[in-house]
């Protein structure tokens, strides 16, 4: 009886052993939890050689872009190249190296593509990462009398970030910019920055604090039920063979 006892007790462990890992899976997918996993950087000395004068506009790393809109924005730039001489180039990356910002990663990019004063004059260079949607816009000194830091940093935070906070709309917000960037750069008027709607319904676009609470109580009483199961079972099981032994 003894021997039978322990073989019961043997493969309840086992059971318990591989009810386990199922439990703290969905433990973990209950409250939410995330396996950080490792993320490739981008710094500026992975960029492609460029110069002043290259036929390269835009480099979508981040692949963020439509092909459409990557050819249109390409058009817009190399138009206004040809007809003022000062070039612009967008650039988006995925993930920074660690300690950088947009506004770092842009100034060595364009110091490491134009190295010197005279070839950075004419030179515009706007960069996001799509990891924090953060925007900088580097202008170059003679660029940067009809591109002032004003203009510049109303098409960064304004232009761009405003369909990036809506909804992640990319190709929204670099389209605005390079009209934006190429009307100012062309010698007219600043057309500003898009017009917010002030009308937007906050409660549809966000779950309320009682559907949150309703759903988190839903995964602790799944959470609580799989350990009841997970301990109760193997004693039931335990007992049922000591009673069929007995």
């Known amino acids: 009886m003894v021997n039978y006892q322990n073989r019961v007790a043997s493969t309840l462990a086992a059971l318990w052993r591989n009810a386990l890992p199922a439990f703290c899976l969905a433990l973990g997918l209950g409250l939410g939890l995330t396996v950080a996993q490792p993320a490739l950087a981008t710094g500026a000395y992975e960029m492609p050689s460029l110069s002043a004068g290259s036929n390269t506009w835009v480099i979508d790393d981040a692949n963020v872009i439509s092909r459409l809109n990557e050819g249109k924005l390409s058009s817009k730039f190399q138009d ?27 100034n060595q990019l364009f110091e490491q ?12 260079l706007l960069v996001l990462d799509d990891v924090t949607n953060g925007v900088a816009l580097r202008v170059g000194e003679t660029a940067a009398e009809l591109l002032n830091p004003e203009i510049a940093e109303s098409v960064a935070e304004e ?16 389209l605005a910019a390079g009209d934006r960037i190429v009307t100012v750069l062309s010698g007219d ?5 898009p017009v917010v709607d002030s009308t937007l319904d906050v409660e549809g676009t966000f779950a309320s604090s009682k559907e949150t609470e309703a759903n988190r109580d839903n995964s602790l009483v799944l959470i609580i039920g799989f350990l009841v199961a997970a301990t109760v079972i193997p004693m039931v099981t335990y ?8």
């Open 189 to 193: 008027p600043d057309p500003g920055p």
């Open 239 to 246: 007992w049922a063979y000591l009673a069929i032994g007995g």
């Open 159 to 174: 232009t761009v970030a405003i369909p990036l906070r809506e909804d992640n709309k990319y190709n929204q917000a670099f």
């Open 113 to 124: 593509w134009f190295p010197t004063p005279e070839v950075q004059a004419n030179q515009a």
């Open 80 to 106: 206004l190249a040809a007809a003022t001489g000062t070039e612009v180039r967008l650039v988006t990356i995925h993930r920074l190296d660690y300690g950088e910002t947009p506004e770092t990663f842009a």
